[in-house]
């Protein structure tokens, strides 16, 4: 790769990174107080910069992918797919937050496999799943989202839906897993047997109450809790969903991504 090219995407990559800690740092402040003034004022000028850094690296064009997930970052929408009242500050940064870390997935392998502007319709390459602890695991996690990122273009929401559940079940399965039955129990009340023999609800509710994800999932659809209810005989699921219902599927999978991962 040119030295020039190089230095450019190793700079972006720099301010991205900051723009990052930044934005996870009004996270948490708007969601201890979303009255906070003085967070409200550095969370304005936050996102200032984020525009204009996704202005940047998108060349300017409203149709590139980064441009799009920008402005739909402040948008909320009734299960319809109609935009209503706009999403709480603490939860727009959180949205920012993963646009940025898409960015950065796709600067990162930039010269490789494919490049941020090849395309003003590129989506973001895979996410890379490391932090899970069961290694066979891995490649088919990053399978799955490639799947359901592929959906989401395609406009197969159903499909794109119940791969990001999917994902988002096998990973926090992955975690409580990794911290155990007897360590969970000790903290706090957990239902009856296995984890294996909890409900997808039930493994979410208990990684938050022990801390290892946030709220984020309280924004998960219904649909998205149920999806093993539409399975086949072979267990694949086939159900309808909004394009509403799986973006923001997705969106929560990115946030618990995170939590589980905070170094990403």
């Not at 999403?87 to 950065?104: H, N, S, T």
């Amino acid at each position: 790769m040119d030295e020039s090219l190089r230095s450019q995407i190793d700079s972006n990559l720099s301010h991205l990174d900051a723009l990052i800690r930044r934005g996870r740092q009004l996270c948490e402040r708007l969601a201890k107080d979303p009255s906070d003034q003085s967070a409200l004022v550095a969370n304005r000028a936050w996102q200032q910069d984020c525009g204009l850094a996704i202005h940047n690296l998108s060349g300017g064009s409203k149709a590139h992918w980064l441009s799009r997930s920008f402005s739909e970052a402040f948008l909320m929408r009734a299960g319809s797919g109609q935009v209503v009242e706009g999403a709480a500050p603490a939860e727009i940064a959180e949205r920012l937050v993963c646009v940025l870390d898409q960015a950065v997935m796709s600067l990162s392998r930039m010269g490789t496999e494919e490049t941020l502007s090849a395309s003003p319709q590129a989506a973001p390459l895979p996410r890379k799943f490391d932090f899970v602890h069961n290694t066979e695991l891995r490649p088919v996690l990053e399978q799955a989202y490639a799947e359901a990122r592929d959906a989401q273009e395609a406009g197969e929401f159903g499909a794109a839906l119940a791969s990001a559940a999917g994902i988002l079940e096998a990973i926090v399965t992955d975690a409580l897993d990794n911290k155990g039955l007897d360590a969970l129990a000790a903290e706090n009340q957990v239902p009856a047997g296995k984890i294996a023999d909890w409900s997808f609800d039930e493994r979410l509710a208990v990684a938050e109450k022990a801390g290892m994800i946030r709220g984020g999932c309280a924004r998960l659809p219904e649909r998205a809790r149920r999806y093993r209810d539409h399975a086949d005989t072979d267990d694949h699921p086939h159900l309808s969903a909004s394009e509403s219902e799986s973006k923001r599927t997705l969106q929560v999978l990115h946030v618990v991504m995170r939590d589980l991962d905070p170094g990403r």
